[in-house]
């Protein structure tokens, strides 16, 4: 049987190193096998690496977001055939849909296509981010998301998005703006221009105290937003505080933080963000998925259009299986000032 190479953790807490014995997967009746070109970094990798959380097997293989060429179809797909370029978040911690491999399998209906637009390496850079934006804002916002080219009107209304100038906040602020509400994001001074850029009608000081937060969000809003998402992970006590003055009725809160204890007052709806779960065969899992599902179709539309735009990415300087395990490296010391981008095969 052929084999593959691809970049691989022994255990938890070791190093990343090449392999070439790895046996190439093959898809499902509607699943996918991709040819992985480009590959984006992004913490969860590192905590994977670290902790082991999230992977179903050691030796394991990770990544997250991805963009590649399809190589082979299922007999039951309809969306996609050989040659196209897809994108998005793969299954996390589950070796034969993991992109650092050669090839790795995608379930269709959870596989964005590549519009022309977006370039291959930019494309990679996508999934994570839209994705887990789109679980905070529409489905933990409980918030409508339009079709694609369909003229929404403007609200009165504020969301609030805690983190707007990291991956997440940047996307989360797009949807938001683009389902028609207005935006108040938090990010330090630096940033400001950056949130701005991706829609944000006002901005507060992510590094001031949580009720220094509640109190700029309400100056901004005079109360009126109901949705707060924490897109950063950190900011559950300015997200609360902050929606003590909401005068809405229904009011929701979702957060990227999965782990950590919450203590969400009654008259408040909280969502976790677990997207770490899909692809997974448990209750959580499915429940994930099929939120995934019903948003993608809608969600690649959006980024056809130019609706939804990429954040700034760099490239690492290298390619290859090899390259890529330095730029992890060089991305957990936090040399990355952008979303890094690491080309691994042609």
Request: charged content about 25%; proline content about 5%.
């Amino acid at each position: 049987m052929a084999h593959q190479a691809g970049l691989v953790i022994d255990k938890p807490g070791d190093t990343f190193w090449v392999v070439r014995d790895i046996r190439p997967p093959s898809p499902g009746k509607k699943q996918v096998l991709v040819k992985s070109q480009f590959v984006a970094l992004n913490p969860i990798e590192v905590i994977m690496a670290q902790s082991g959380i999230l992977t179903t097997e050691m030796p394991a293989i990770l990544g997250s977001d991805f963009c590649g060429i399809v190589d082979e179809v299922g007999s039951d797909c309809t969306k996609l055939q050989a040659g196209d370029h897809v994108f998005g978040l793969c299954r996390l911690g589950q070796n034969p849909y993991s992109p650092f491999q050669d090839k790795f399998l995608v379930d269709e209906d959870l596989a964005f296509k590549r519009p022309e637009r977006l370039d291959a390496e930019v494309a990679a850079s996508v999934g994570v981010g839209v994705l887990t934006s789109a679980y905070g804002i529409i489905i933990g916002g409980d918030v409508a998301l339009p079709k694609p080219g369909q003229e929404v009107n403007p609200k009165d209304e504020w969301i609030v998005v805690l983190g707007g100038s990291g991956t997440v906040g940047q996307y989360a602020i797009q949807l938001a703006r683009l389902c028609g509400y207005k935006v108040a994001a938090s990010c330090s001074p630096a940033n400001i221009p950056t949130i701005e850029r991706r829609g944000a009608n006002a901005s507060l000081n992510s590094r001031s105290p949580p009720q220094y937060q509640a109190e700029e969000i309400q100056k901004i809003t005079g109360g009126d937003f109901g949705v707060v998402f924490d897109a950063s992970g950190v900011s559950q006590n300015a997200a609360l505080a902050a929606l003590k003055n909401s005068t809405r009725s229904k009011k929701y809160f979702s957060t990227v933080d999965d782990f950590t204890e919450i203590d969400v007052p009654s008259d408040t709806k909280e969502y976790r963000v677990e997207a770490g779960h899909l692809g997974r065969d448990t209750t959580l899992g499915r429940q994930v998925t099929d939120e995934a599902r019903r948003m993608i179709p809608l969600l690649e539309g959006h980024i056809e259009y130019g609706a939804i735009v990429p954040v700034d990415c760099e490239m690492y300087k290298e390619s290859g299986w090899g390259a890529l395990a330095e730029a992890i490296a060089y991305f957990q010391a936090g040399h990355a000032k952008k979303k890094l981008i690491v080309r691994v095969q042609d």
